[in-house]
C-alpha cells in the first residue's frame, strides 16, 4: 500500500457493498444499483455537497461495469483536453456500445458554455458515457442541452452515524491505522470540523495521529482542536466550509450590519467560491429578508448576478460588495417569505378546495352556460380600480396570508388594503 496517499485515498471504497450512506442511489433498491445490473449506464451529473463520494461512485460505476474511465477536472481542464479525451474513447470503446467509456469530469460547474457544448456531439452519439460532478444546482450551472441528456442524482449530506462508519472502516481497514492502537475518546471535534465531508473528516484524523505520534493513541476533543484548528484555516480557503460562511454572510445582511456582511464576503473570495453562487444568494436574499420594504433590492441584486456572469474576477468583487452592502443597509421585511409559507401550510391541510364560479375560467360554451366567470366583476371598469368581490374559496374567508410589516412602504400598503 502506498502511504504517501492520503489517507482518504487509501480508504476510498472500491464496490458498492463498501460504500457507505446514499441508500436512495446505492442500495439494493437504489437506481444506480439497478443500473449497473443492467448494464446500461447513462450519463449521469452528481450532485452533493464536498465530500460525499461523487468521484468514489463514478469509479465504482466504471470499475463494476467494466469501461475504461477517464478524468478530468474542470478547474485545469480546456476545450482541447475534453476534445483530446474523446477521441482517446472513440477509439477505446464502440458506438453506442454498452461498454462506452466513461469520462468523469469533477467541478462540471466550473466549465463555462463552450467547453460544456464542446461534450455535446459526443453524449449524443454514444462516444462516452459523461459523468459530471458538482456542488453547485446543476439548474443553474449546467447547460439545458447538456443537463437534457443527462439524469441527475443527489447526494445527500453525510449524518454523524455515516461519518463514524467511515472513521471505523479507516481504522480497521487501512494498514498504517491497524498498526496503531486508537482509541476516539471523543469524537465531536472530528466530526464538527468536517463539516460533513468525509475526506476532510479523513484528512484531519490522520492530521492528528501522525501529530500525536507513538503507538497507543487517545484522541480527545482537546487534542482534535489543538492539533487542527491552526490547519482549518487552511482547509477555509478551499471553499470547504462553503455553508458555514454563506450563513454566516446571509445572516450578517439580514441583520443590517454591512461590516459583517463584507467581512464573510471577503472571506469567500479569498477562499476562491464561486461568485455566481454568492449572486444567486443575494437574489434570495433580497426577497426574503427585503421584499415589499424595498422591491428595488431584488433588482439589484438580479442585475449584480447578471453583471457578475459577465465581468468575472477580479472586478466582480466590487459589484458583489456593493450590492451586499446595499442589502444589508436596505429596509427589511420578511412578510411575503411568511404569507406563502402561511398559504403553503394551509394548502397541505385543506388541499384542493373549490374554486370561486366567478373566477373560474370559461374557454367552451358549456362552461359558459354553467355560469363559468359570469359574476366576475372587471377591477378596471371601477373608481380606483378596485370592486370588492371574493378571491378565495369559501372555507377560507377572512382569512389573511399577508400581514405588512411595519416599514415606510409597506405601511402605504396597509393603508391602501384598508381603504
Not at 183 to 192: K, N, P
Not at 335 to 354: E, F, N, R
Amino acid at each position: 500500500m502506498n502511504f504517501d496517499a492520503p489517507l482518504a485515498e487509501r480508504v476510498r471504497p472500491k464496490s458498492l457493498d463498501a460504500y457507505i450512506s446514499q441508500e436512495h442511489l446505492v442500495g439494493p433498491n437504489g437506481s444506480l444499483t439497478q443500473q449497473i445490473k443492467s448494464g446500461f449506464i447513462p450519463s449521469i451529473i452528481f450532485w452533493g455537497p464536498p465530500g460525499t463520494g461523487k468521484t468514489t461512485l463514478a469509479e465504482i460505476i466504471a470499475q463494476t461495469s467494466g469501461r475504461p474511465f477517464y478524468q478530468l477536472s474542470a478547474i485545469h481542464a480546456g476545450v482541447k483536453d475534453v476534445r483530446e479525451i474523446i477521441e482517446k474513447a472513440k477509439q477505446s470503446g464502440g458506438l453506442f456500445s454498452t461498454k462506452n467509456p466513461i469520462l468523469f469530469i469533477d467541478e462540471i460547474h466550473r466549465f463555462n458554455k463552450s467547453q460544456q457544448d464542446s461534450l455535446l456531439a459526443a453524449v449524443e452519439k454514444g462516444w462516452v458515457t459523461l459523468i459530471g460532478a458538482t456542488t453547485e444546482n446543476p439548474s443553474f450551472e449546467v447547460v439545458p442541452a447538456l443537463l437534457s441528456r443527462c439524469q441527475v442524482y443527489t447526494l445527500q449530506a453525510f449524518t454523524k452515524s455515516d461519518l463514524e462508519k467511515i472513521l471505523q472502516r479507516a481504522m480497521q481497514e487501512d494498514e498504517f491505522m491497524k498498526s496503531k492502537q486508537i482509541t476516539i475518546l471523543e469524537s465531536e471535534a472530528l466530526l464538527r470540523l468536517s463539516g460533513g465531508d468525509a475526506r476532510k473528516l479523513l484528512n484531519t484524523f490522520e492530521l492528528v495521529v501522525n501529530a500525536i505520534g507513538g503507538d497507543a493513541i487517545e484522541i480527545t476533543n482537546d487534542k482534535v482542536m489543538q492539533l487542527a484548528q491552526k490547519n482549518t484555516v487552511l482547509y477555509d480557503k478551499t471553499g470547504e466550509q462553503h455553508y458555514d460562511i454563506i450563513s454566516a454572510f446571509i445572516k450578517s445582511i439580514r441583520g443590517s450590519d454591512p461590516d459583517g456582511a463584507v467581512y464573510w464576503l471577503a472571506r469567500m473570495i479569498e477562499g476562491g467560491e464561486d461568485l455566481k453562487f454568492i449572486a444567486r444568494r443575494l437574489i434570495i436574499s433580497a426577497s426574503e429578508d427585503i421584499g415589499l420594504a424595498n422591491p428595488t433590492a431584488l433588482i439589484m441584486a438580479n442585475n449584480t448576478f447578471q453583471a457578475v456572469s459577465v465581468i468575472g474576477y477580479p472586478e466582480s468583487r466590487i459589484l458583489l460588495s456593493q450590492c451586499a452592502i446595499y442589502l444589508a443597509t436596505s429596509a427589511k421585511s420578511n412578510s411575503s417569505y411568511l404569507a406563502i409559507g402561511k398559504a403553503q401550510q394551509v394548502v397541505k391541510q385543506t388541499g384542493d378546495l373549490s374554486i370561486p364560479i366567478h373566477l373560474r375560467n370559461a374557454p367552451t360554451k358549456l362552461m359558459k352556460e354553467l355560469g363559468y366567470g359570469e359574476d366576475y366583476k372587471y377591477p378596471h371598469d371601477y373608481p380606483g380600480h378596485y370592486v370588492a368581490q371574493q378571491y378565495l374559496p369559501d372555507e377560507l374567508l377572512g382569512t389573511h396570508f399577508y400581514e405588512p410589516a411595519v416599514n415606510t412602504r409597506e405601511n402605504e400598503i396597509k393603508s391602501k388594503l384598508r381603504r
